[in-house]
C-alpha cells in the first residue's frame, strides 16, 4: 500500500509568482484535503476534493484553486503568492465515509520571498 | 461550527512521567475525534482515532484517550513518557458541514520530555 506522497518537498518562490503543488493520494482514497501550516501554528483547511469536483473551501481567496485527477492524484495552485503564502503545505487522503481518518502526506515547504 | 481547544501550547514532562494533553472541542453533531502527532518538518501520522464506539481508545506507541461528551474533552495520556514522545500534537474534530466532512485543527501542543 503505497502512502501519500508530495512534491516538491521544498520551494522557494518571488512574491507576485505563482506556484503549483502536486499530491498523490493513498492507493484506494477517493478524497483528498490540502491544508496550510504557518509556522507554530495548527493546520488550516484550504479545501477538499471528491471525485474531482471541490465539495468543501476554507476561508481562503481565490487565488488558492486546485484540481483532482481521475486516479486521485491533486494539485494546489497559489496564484499572486504573497509573503504571508509561506507555509508548510499539507495534502491529506482518505474514503468518504470510513469516518474520514485522513493520511497526511509529509508536506510540501513553500518559501516567499 | 464546530472548534477545537488545546490548553498548553508547551507541555514539559520528565522521562517517565504522565503524558496529559488537553483537548477540549465544540461540535454540534456526534463527532469524530482525533489526536496526530508531527515530529520537525514531517506530515502529521495519526495516533488514535474515536469514532463513537469505545469512550477509552486506544492508540499507536502506548497513547489512549478518553472521550467524555459531559465535559466535552478528548485528553491524550501516556503513562511513561519516552523521550521519542517529543513532538507537536494536534486534536482534531471532524464532523458534516455544508455536504462534506470538514475537519478542523487544535493550535497543536508541543510536548517536551526532560531526561
Known amino acids: 500500500e503505497t502512502g501519500v506522497t508530495q512534491s516538491p518537498t521544498h520551494l522557494i518562490k518571488t512574491r507576485g509568482q505563482q506556484v503549483t503543488l502536486r499530491c498523490s493520494s493513498q492507493?484506494?482514497?477517493?478524497?483528498v484535503s490540502w491544508y496550510q501550516q504557518a509556522l507554530g501554528q495548527g493546520p488550516q483547511f484550504i479545501f477538499q476534493y471528491y471525485r474531482e469536483e471541490e465539495n468543501g473551501r476554507g476561508n481562503f481567496p481565490p487565488r488558492f484553486s486546485g484540481l483532482q485527477f481521475p486516479n486521485y492524484s491533486s494539485e494546489l495552485n497559489v496564484n499572486a503568492l504573497e509573503l504571508d503564502d509561506s507555509a508548510l503545505y499539507l495534502c491529506a487522503s482518505s474514503l468518504r465515509g470510513d469516518s474520514y481518518e485522513q493520511y497526511f502526506g509529509p508536506g510540501t515547504r513553500l518559501t516567499v520571498t | 461550527a464546530q472548534s477545537v481547544t488545546q490548553l498548553g501550547s508547551h507541555v514539559s514532562v520528565s522521562e517517565g512521567a504522565l503524558v496529559l494533553l488537553r483537548c477540549n472541542y465544540s461540535s454540534s453533531v456526534p463527532p469524530y475525534l482525533f489526536w496526530y502527532v508531527q515530529y520537525p518538518n514531517q506530515g502529521l501520522q495519526l495516533l488514535l482515532k474515536y469514532t463513537s464506539a469505545a469512550t477509552l481508545v486506544k492508540g499507536i506507541n502506548g497513547f489512549e484517550a478518553e472521550f467524555k461528551k459531559s465535559e466535552t474533552s478528548f485528553h491524550l495520556t501516556k503513562p511513561s513518557a519516552h523521550m521519542s514522545d517529543a513532538a507537536e500534537y494536534f486534536c482534531a474534530v471532524s464532523g458534516l458541514s455544508g455536504g462534506y466532512q470538514k475537519v478542523t485543527f487544535g493550535t497543536g501542543t508541543k510536548l517536551q520530555v526532560i531526561p
Open positions: 492507493s484506494g482514497h477517493n478524497t
